[in-house]
């Protein structure tokens, strides 16, 4: 179910609602989580930042689908768009993604759960990986980081998953930062479109 006091504004419209139409959580489940093009407005506000954590790793591998032979887990699609304030999209833009295994532990020998790609021309970008565990401290989390291009400024973020009950607990959640999730045959499709500070 997704939890609408938490999701924002842009997300609900980017599900593809008309402007000011709030609807009924299976209602918006209905509705397809990567739309065509995304329902956006001039002057969007940018994704909020987050702590990087200490879990990162720089140089991580070139792939969209972080699942390995023997990986445990509920398998997640991730997807969205990476936009601009004035919603045009960030063809090419880098999205680096890591996060812990579902027994939340994170890999800081190899690359295990963790992949960067570059957002097509229409700024779309997708993972495929599983649904990360928890670790003490913290409510269940994706760790990303996305650049518009090689010499501009990284967003540092981190995005939530609805009706979680240690979302309520844990210092570092925001309610902008919830994707969009609903169930798909055996795995969970989870939207976020991510606006960088840039026209
Ligand atoms: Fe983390």
Redesign the pocket.
Known sequence: MIDHKLASRRQILASGAAAGLVLAADDALAQPLLSPTPACHDGDVPTRPEIE?P?FKPASPLRGDLREPGLAGRPVELSGFVLTRACRPVAGALVDLWH?DDQGEYDNKGFRLRGHQFADAKGRYAFKTILPGLYPG?TR?F?VKIQAAAESPVLTTQLYFPGEPRNREDDFFHPELVMRVAPSDDALQARFDVVLAMR
């Open positions: 954590g879990f812990a913290r989390h760790h």
